[in-house]
């Protein structure tokens, strides 16, 4: 069993879109390299964005609303969720926060000790195109973490069990030079109320909590949460909702050339806007977060 203290590391985010290919030209024009499509075996699917540090980005579309109506009502807690986030908020969003695991079972037994368990373990098995033109069988374990106060956003850590060696520097190399995620940000008029959930999720204790809100660790990036205030000092969004839960909002990103960045932007008809030392780029279409790009040398 993984050590319950031991920081886990950011695996990937679950972007909902409305659809595939509006997500894949959106994110083109921001300057990412996206990898092809790939269906999971209960109807939903995807075009991921891979970086270096290992992290990605999950842009999930539906394939075949059938069997994702039929999967859900065989208690399949990602569908479920996917379908209950496009019902309640939006066909774009941010709807997840992923952790990488080493044992997805006693992840899933955590949780269910913990009273935070979001449903049964999801396990399943999908074809993988390899570079080379080939095929191979990628297999994976999901535990499932969530508060019912919150019923917008929710965890999981995932265990990859078969995991077929590819080589993806070529899907890591992006136009616009991110390397990767430094910070993950949420919202919640008062972050400390899920101060348990994020630590539990992160398998950190140690928490940073200012008058803006909080930051806790994973290995290698950060899960803040920010409060009206946060939001309008950190990315310029004001609120004015009385709406309680954690609430997925922004993707901070690691460049080393700031300057090069706002030049592809304005190249490609992307408006940005800076805020502090980073360039924020405002939700659309295909991308339902704000994204953030910050110069870490």
């Known amino acids: 069993m993984p050590s319950p203290r031991l920081r886990r590391p950011l695996d990937h985010l679950v972007l909902p879109v409305e659809d595939l290919d509006i997500a894949r030209a959106r994110h083109s024009a921001l300057g990412f390299t996206v990898a092809a499509d790939a269906r999971h075996p209960f109807g939903t699917e995807n075009a991921c964005v891979f970086f270096a540090d290992g992290t990605y980005l999950e842009p999930l579309g539906v394939a075949q609303r059938e069997e994702c109506e039929a999967a859900a009502r065989k208690g399949n807690v990602f569908v479920a969720r996917d379908q209950a986030y496009r019902f309640r908020r939006s066909e774009n969003g941010f709807s997840a926060l992923v952790v990488g695991s080493d044992d997805g079972d006693a992840d899933h037994e955590r ?120 939001l309008e000092t950190h990315l310029g969004v004001s609120d004015p909702s009385r709406e309680r839960g954690l609430t997925g909002r922004a993707v901070v990103y690691k460049v080393a050339d700031l300057a090069a960045v706002a030049a592809l932007l304005l190249k490609n008809d992307v408006t940005c806007r800076q805020v502090g030392g980073r360039l924020v780029v405002d939700p659309a279409p295909g991308q339902g977060a704000y994204y953030c790009f910050e110069e870490i040398r």
Do not use: W
Not at 175 to 204: M, R
């Open 111 to 230: 949780f269910v000790e913990l009273g935070m368990s979001g449903g049964e373990m999801l396990e399943f098995s999908r074809p993988m195109k390899m570079p080379d033109g080939s095929e191979d069988t990628a297999s994976f374990k999901l535990a499932f973490a969530a508060d019912l106060r919150t019923p917008d956003f929710f965890g999981f850590a995932v265990e990859r069990i078969n995991a077929p060696a590819a080589d993806r520097s070529a899907l890591t190399r992006h136009q616009n030079g991110v390397t990767g995620i430094s910070e993950v940000i949420l919202s919640e008029p008062n972050p400390t109320d899920f101060q348990y959930f994020i630590q539990e999720l992160a398998c950190n204790r140690e928490v940073d909590a200012n008058s803006f809100g909080m930051s806790i660790e994973l290995e290698g990036a950060t899960i803040t949460v920010y409060n009206k205030a946060g």
